[in-house]
């Protein structure tokens, strides 16, 4: 199943990944990271389709990695 990995401490809580989803796989936790900001988490494994969007859209480049099922 594809999968993004959020690096908890590396997101700045900007939510850009989460209007740019288009199937709405990220919403903001609800937590905050070590530095203060609320990060993200990915939450729905069988709605992606490894676009990359969330990726490409993100301004902290650690933050988010899509991994495609093809790549297990
Ligand atoms: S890879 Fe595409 S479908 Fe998956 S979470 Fe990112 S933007 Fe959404
Ligand atoms: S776009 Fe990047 S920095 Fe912004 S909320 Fe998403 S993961 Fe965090």
Request: charged share 20%; aromatic share 6%; glycine share 6%.
């Given at each position: 199943?594809?999968?993004?990995?959020?690096?908890d401490d590396e997101c700045?809580?900007?939510?850009?990944?989460?209007?740019?989803?288009?199937?709405?796989?990220?919403?903001?936790?609800?937590?905050?990271?070590?530095?203060?900001?609320?990060?993200?988490?990915?939450?729905?494994?069988?709605?992606?389709?490894?676009?990359?969007?969330?990726?490409?859209?993100?301004?902290?480049?650690?933050?988010?990695?899509?991994?495609?099922?093809?790549?297990?």
């Amino acid at each position: 199943m594809n999968h993004v990995r959020v690096r908890d401490d590396e997101c700045k809580g900007c939510a850009v990944c989460v209007s740019v989803c288009p199937k709405k796989c990220l919403a903001m936790s609800g937590k905050l990271n070590s530095m203060g900001y609320e990060y993200v988490q990915f939450i729905n494994p069988e709605a992606c389709t490894a676009c990359g969007l969330c990726f490409l859209s993100c301004p902290e480049p650690g933050a988010l990695t899509v991994v495609s099922e093809e790549e297990h």
